[in-house]
């Protein structure tokens, strides 16, 4: 039997040099796992986690309601597989008392996950093969790079004529 780790969703950012997004899984082992989607998948797998109800239902609400409404029962998506750096995944749920196993692309899977409330999990040869995992030094780098945002952010501010101006001098 295949050994799987469960992941959280860490976050979905940007890619600064093409139009795809990348959704990052992290396990409890602090190992991240980046997988390329793209941004119509990454909006809806943000607009479920920030809770957000669209006017319409998005493909993805259309499919937890389909399973839901014809008795199906979502267990937990997989991330199964990483061929020639492609990810694939499925849809494990229980329908009509059988087990049902659905094909999926991991960002459509993720999205639907986060719908339904279940577990993702990760085929453990994959975190093996494509997780990063950052060492000390580059995330107290990362941690220092913000700080140093913050200070420039800080050092620009004129600080000298705050509030002068705004309360009467009756009133000091």
Known sequence: ???WVTVTIDSVRISLVSPHR????KDDDERFLPIWIGPFEADAIT?????????RPLTHD???????????HAQYITVTDLRDDTFYAEIVMEVGGKRVTLDSRPSDAIALAVRLGIPIRV???VMARAAIRPSREEAE???EEKLDA???VLQDLDLDDLGKGKIPPEER
Do not use: H, W
């Open 22 to 25: 990348i959704v990052v899984l």
């Open 141 to 143: 780098e990362e941690a």
């Open 62 to 72: 259309l499919l937890k309601t389909l399973i839901t409404q014809l008795g199906g």
């Open 150 to 152: 913050f200070r420039d």
């Open 1 to 3: 039997m295949d050994d």
């Open 123 to 125: 085929n453990e040869s």
């Open 47 to 55: 607009i479920a986690l920030q809770g957000t109800q669209p006017a």
